[in-house]
């Protein structure tokens, strides 16, 4: 059996912008000391999860990333409020989304998806919502009714700005203490 790669394309977030969420962590970590919050520093924004990528492929993805990046360039976005997937009722997953700037991340995403399907990658086929994911829970576990409350209420902030200029190529492996993620490659935007 060929070995393989759990793999992402993403962009990350810069300091000003990760400080800003850091704040956003430490607030609803204080309330919910029990849940396990990011760590601001390795935050990014997922384009595309491609699962787990053969070693002979990885290669290829790298050329599609390049190819994919030369017709894009450089932009940024707004980080704005709160929300859980799969909704604020019922959260598996705390999120920051995106206010200003989703159009540049929509092309890219879809960009990214057209010219990688040559690969036939068993990837994440979800609809698009570009975010910047706070906290998980796991199976059985259950936010708290105030969470819900709060997110269901809170009025949509503006935590900061991101520039573009640059996308990555991650792995990922899971260890103990979370997921540990690598850059395999970094292409600039036009």
């Known amino acids: 059996m060929a070995a393989t790669i759990r793999s992402f394309i993403a962009i990350d977030i810069p300091s000003d912008a990760a400080r800003g969420l850091g704040r956003v962590i430490r607030r609803m970590a204080q309330k919910w000391p029990e849940y396990r919050w ?12 491609l699962g787990n990528v053969p070693d ?21 976005f ?21 206010g200003e700037g989703k159009s540049p991340l ?7 998806a057209q010219n990688l399907e040559e690969l036939r990658l068993d990837r994440d086929r979800k609809a698009f919502r570009p975010h910047i994911s706070l906290a998980r829970i796991q199976n059985g576990e259950r936010w708290p009714d105030s969470m819900v409350a709060h997110l269901t209420s809170e009025p949509p902030t503006q935590i900061g700005l991101v520039s573009v200029d640059e996308v990555l190529l991650y792995s990922s492996h899971q260890e103990k203490s979370g997921s540990v993620h ?3 490659d970094r292409v600039a935007l036009a």
């Open 38 to 49: 990011a760590d601001p520093q390795t935050l990014h924004l997922t384009l595309n999860f």
């Open 182 to 184: 690598t850059v395999m």
């Open 78 to 98: 707004e980080l704005q409020g709160l929300g859980a997937f799969p909704k604020a009722t019922r959260p598996k997953v705390i999120w920051v989304g995106v």
């Open 56 to 76: 002979e492929k990885l290669p290829r993805v790298c050329e599609i990333l390049r190819e994919t990046l030369a017709n894009h360039s450089r932009f940024s």
């Open 106 to 112: 929509s092309r890219l995403f879809y960009d990214f």
